[in-house]
């Protein structure tokens, strides 16, 4: 039985792994997690295991750790798989976001060629991680039934309502929430259309709660570490430059997007705010090369609607664990981090 450990450092990273912990488990191995806040062990089920202690990991001994954040304790035992966190929504520069090093990992389990060949690039580069395309773990149970409770049955399947789910990162200077709350207001009152809104949890609290302030029969705001399933009960989405906008087109449905940071086809970009409901309602209507772009488009970032990427990050994580890593070169020292996380921690054995 190969044991494998999950390195949490975020609430997000939940619907991330839990798929691949079911895929683990199908193939009749172990995994564990280890928490970097004691409050999330709140958001376990009974039946998955927590290692509490550095001791305990190093018992435990996994052959790989599977983390979803960008750091993660290089003294733990086993390879360090990185998952992402998300699309490349190109919030950023290149150097200072998605395709940053931080010389932690010896394997990225990359999306789709999007991320893919600039990754390779790097490898090359670097030669110290391999990078293998095997989808995001997380996507899988959106190709699956959808079985979560509606928030919105539809009462005559030939008249649904189209839901709209709006979503928004948290950072000021890109979300759309500091800038749409009188149009959604607005628009909320239409009887023609429902409403799920779900932010960031790092969103400004006085935001979060004005769209509160909203709910009603038709609009509902929800606090959810699982958003899949409202991915899948929405027609449309309503966001900015959020990397939860990827996840909703891979489903092959339409996203309105408010000053997005990198606007292409596959979007229905809108500037003006007071544009929002004219933009929805065309997008709706799901216009033939708006939906021809989202094609496109979901064949650059995650090409795989089968639900097995977990299995496949497995895969690539134990071809490296039987090979080892001696064919790779060695990684930077990372002094400064590496010191950091030993702080944090107590553990200052460096071999």
């Known amino acids: 039985m190969k044991r494998y450990l999950f390195f949490v450092s975020q609430l997000y990273s939940l619907s991330i792994v839990r798929p691949l912990q079911k895929a ?9 997690w280890f928490l970097n806040q004691k409050q999330y062990a709140d958001y ?20 790989a750790v599977f983390v979803a954040s960008n750091t993660v304790p290089d003294f733990f035992p086993g390879i ?3 998952l992402f966190h998300g699309f490349n929504a190109q919030k950023r520069d290149e150097n200072k976001g998605h395709f940053r090093l931080r010389g932690f990992f010896d394997l990225y389990c990359t999306q789709g060629p999007s991320t893919t060949e600039p990754f390779k690039a790097l490898a090359r580069e670097h030669q110290n991680f391999e990078v293998v395309e095997t989808g995001w773990s997380k996507m899988d149970p959106l190709f699956e039934p959808f079985s979560a409770k509606a928030f919105f049955p539809p009462e005559n399947t030939e008249k649904k309502k189209p839901t709209i789910l709006m979503t928004s990162t948290f950072t000021p200077a890109l979300s759309a929430a500091f800038h749409l709350f009188e149009q959604v207001k607005r628009m909320s009152q239409r009887e023609d259309w429902n409403w799920l809104i779900t932010f960031h949890p790092k969103m400004d609290p006085e935001i979060v709660s004005k769209y509160k302030s909203l709910q009603s029969d038709n609009l509902h705001f929800v606090e959810t ?10 027609d449309l989405m309503l966001s900015d430059t959020s990397s939860i906008i990827s996840e909703f087109l891979l ?3 339409p996203a309105v997007t408010f000053k997005n940071r990198v606007p292409g086809a596959h979007l229905v970009n809108i500037t003006d ?5 004219q933009a929805i309602e065309q997008a709706l209507t799901k216009p033939p090369e708006l ?3 989202i094609e496109d488009y979901i064949n650059l970032i995650h090409p795989y609607m089968d639900g097995k990427s977990s299995h496949r990050v497995i895969d690539a994580t134990d071809s490296l664990v039987e090979r080892g ?6 990684k930077p020292l990372n002094l400064y981090r590496r010191l950091k996380v030993r702080h944090k921690y107590g553990y200052y054995k460096f071999w």
């Open 44 to 63: 376990l089920n009974e039946d998955e295991k927590q290692l509490a202690t550095v001791q305990d990991v190093m018992d435990y001994n996994p052959c």
């Open 24 to 32: 683990i488990r199908e193939r009749g191995d172990e995994v564990a």
């Open 225 to 234: 570490d699982d958003i899949i399933p409202l991915l899948q009960e929405a």
């Open 325 to 330: 890593r001696k064919h790779l070169k060695a």
């Open 80 to 82: 360090k798989v990185q």
């Open 273 to 277: 705010a007071d544009d929002i409901e």
């Open 291 to 293: 939906m021809s772009a």
């Open 251 to 253: 489903q092959q449905k």
